[in-house]
C-alpha cells in the first residue's frame, strides 16, 4: 500500500456539508493522517454509498467519518 494512500475517509450527503467539514479535513491534514472526502447522497445514491463502503478496506482506508 501506498504511504500516502488515504487512511480516513469523510463522506458527506451534499456539497452544503463541506463548510463544517472541511475543519476535520485541516485537522486530518495537520495531523498528516492521509483522508478523502467525497459526496455521496446515502437518500440519492444510497448504491454508491454501499460500494465506496464494501471497498474502503481494499482501498487502505481505516476509519470513514
Known amino acids: ?31 498528516g493522517i492521509a483522508c478523502e472526502a467525497r459526496i455521496i447522497s446515502a437518500h440519492r445514491t444510497p448504491d454508491r454509498l454501499g460500494a465506496y463502503c464494501r471497498e474502503a478496506g481494499d482501498r487502505g482506508l481505516k476509519v470513514i467519518i
Do not use: C, F, K, N
Request: aromatic share 4%.
Open 1 to 31: 500500500m501506498d504511504a500516502t494512500a488515504p487512511a480516513v475517509g469523510i463522506v458527506m450527503g451534499s456539497q452544503s456539508d463541506w463548510r463544517t467539514m472541511q475543519h476535520t479535513v485541516q485537522t486530518l491534514e495537520q495531523l
